[in-house]
């Protein structure tokens, strides 16, 4: 049996080995592939994964993920065939990645079974997780701890098949060491697509103004302590009688307290109208938590001056009729020409502002100023909350965004028309620091565009506009980065990655 077996192997062996040799001189054999070229199957992959294209309510079309027009393996031949343009949806997933892919953060935070407060944003600046940081860099709890949580036992996130992946960039370095990576912070790193140009070779132009005033659609809004359902944010329901009838009550370490209306305030004290902006602390790298109006106001210097401060007195308590109060120094309050604002762009203030009147300091962060107003109390102890965009990253180091710059007008992924020009306009802004530079690259920070400013000042935002011209079709990455001068004389520059602002559009 044993002997029958082995003369059996051999046999076969030698077969084996027969047919190597008898089909050595053939070309390998293929799957069948219904005689489809390769060519002909990235076609359909290309159309099976193209970039997703939305469009916006305004009828603006939005591509956020690039095309890959770059072969990739051009000394092959055959280079249109080695061209997947569907590159970054096929291979990276890009439309399903980011914060935003399936929610914006708006609705995620409306969606938490736990308040949250929550920004409304105004401008196409879509909101981002930049958002995020600044004020999670001071709270007790890690952000990322929470989020994770959150999304692993989220009915809709497991059926959508969400991984680490749909959020994170894994990173391998040259020492072997992976990292998970922040999609939202690496992806215009990684994305093919994007045309590179030198500065050089870019046909733009550049102005800039302090006096652009934001219409009341394009301003944000922010809750604090009472849910958004709650305010008087419907402009038509702001009836005169309750502004007539609105009270202050002036309280604390103060020999002459009391009680006025809004009409007795104005009548007594008069209003002053200024051109101001209003910019959040929180606002991250390039969000739009921004705007800037006339308004028209009570002068709280004015007030101060027959309420008979304590010598004692340090702290300024401005309170809303939801309870919230925005702390602040009496002297960084006196120092900033804090108003009692009762009107905005020759109108009354809006609702969502705060009607029927609200709390507001030049140069401070503007987002948790006291809405609906009620008392104002002198104090002689706590805490002054006079922001001056002075926060720090947690989770980098870094300052966090001064100056911060961005772009307000186009969507991130826009669509432009070839042969037009591209017309992007935003802000530039330091608080407290004037901006005397604006740099713009369209290389991924290889070369500058620099345009320097003179003479800006601290209580108005730099609006800027940039007209590109003469672009083929693609898909564009801007770098923007503004310059600050700080008090000692020395400049303050948002170059470092994570604070540039990064915008991306394509031209079709």
Known sequence: MKKTLGIL??????LFLFNIVAFADEAPRQADLSERTSWEKNAQTDEKYAPRVKVMENGVKVQKTPFNNTALDTQAGDVQSKTIRSWNNYFL??????????HSIEDALEMMETYHGIIYMGYNTEQGLQNCFGCHSFYDNYMRDAIHTVHQRNSTFQAMGGTCESCHYIARHEDGTIEYQRWDYVKYDVLRGISDVASDGVNASFTWNQTEVTPHENMFFKSIKANPETWINDDSKADQSVFDNWTVTFSGDIDNGGTYTLP?????YGTET???????????????MIYQAEI????LKAIVEDLGLHEDVIMVDPIGADGYCYTIGLEQMLNEDAMLVVGMNGDTIYADQGWPVA??????SSGNFTKQVTEVCFKNTGASWDFYGDFVDATTGEQFDKPNVGVLNAYEGQIFDLGQPVHLEGYADAWNEPIVKLEFSFDHGQTWQEYDLENANTTQWVYWNLDINDLAAGSYLVKIRATSQVADGSLRTNEAPLQMTNYMFNVQ
């Open 93 to 102: 997933n890009a439309d399903n990645r980011g914060c935003t892919a399936c």
């Open 274 to 288: 200024r051109l101001m902006k209003a910019h959040c602390v929180v606002n991250g790298p390039g969000q739009g």
């Open 296 to 299: 028209t106001g009570i002068p």
């Open 9 to 14: 192997a051999l046999v076969l062996s030698m």
């Open 359 to 364: 709390f507001w300091c030049n140069e401070m």
């Open 264 to 268: 007795e305030l104005i009548e007594t």
